[in-house]
C-alpha cells in the first residue's frame, strides 16, 4: 500500500500540480508511514514468534499512529482520489482490527507467562 500512495503522490504532483510547500508534507508523511509500517510489521512478528508483552504492545503504539497517517491521506491530503479512499480506508480498517487482534494476544501472552511462572 506504501508504494502505491508514493506511486500516486507523484502521479498527482505531475498531473495535477500542488501549492508550494505541499508536496513536501505529503512526501514525509509517505516516508513517516513507510517507517511505521515497516517497524510495526517487525514488532508484531517479533512479539507473535515469541510470545513477548512488549512488543506487541510496541506494534500496537506503532499502528496507532500508522491508523493517523490513514487518517492523514483520507481527510487532510492536497487531492484525494477514489483509489486512494479504497486504498487507505482498507489499511485503516485492517490496522484497527490488527490493534484489537494485538490487544487479546498481548492479554493472552501475559496470563501464559504468569501462569508458567
Known amino acids: 500500500m506504501i508504494a502505491s500512495s508514493a506511486v500516486l503522490l507523484f502521479f498527482k ?3 495535477l500540480g500542488y501549492p508550494e510547500g505541499q508536496f513536501v508534507l505529503e512526501a514525509f508523511v509517505v516516508a513517516l508511514y513507510a517507517l511505521l509500517c515497516y517497524g510495526r510489521l517487525q514488532a508484531g512478528k ?3 514468534r ?3 508483552v512488549g512488543d506487541t504492545l510496541l506494534m500496537i503504539f506503532l499502528s496507532i499512529f500508522s491508523i493517523f497517517c490513514g487518517v492523514f491521506f483520507l481527510q487532510y491530503q492536497t487531492y484525494i482520489l477514489v483509489i486512494e479512499i479504497i ?5 485503516v480498517i485492517f490496522t484497527g482490527l490488527e490493534v ?3 490487544i487479546i494476544s498481548m492479554i493472552i501472552f501475559h496470563s501464559l ?5
Do not use: C, M, S, V
Not at 87 to 91: D, I, K, R, V, Y
Not at 113 to 117: E, F, G, H, Q
Open 100 to 102: 484489537l487482534l494485538g
Open 113 to 117: 507467562n504468569k501462569a508458567a511462572a
Open 50 to 52: 515469541i510470545e513477548t
Open 87 to 91: 486504498l487507505h480506508g482498507t489499511g
Open 46 to 48: 517479533k512479539g507473535n
Open 13 to 15: 504532483l505531475y498531473n
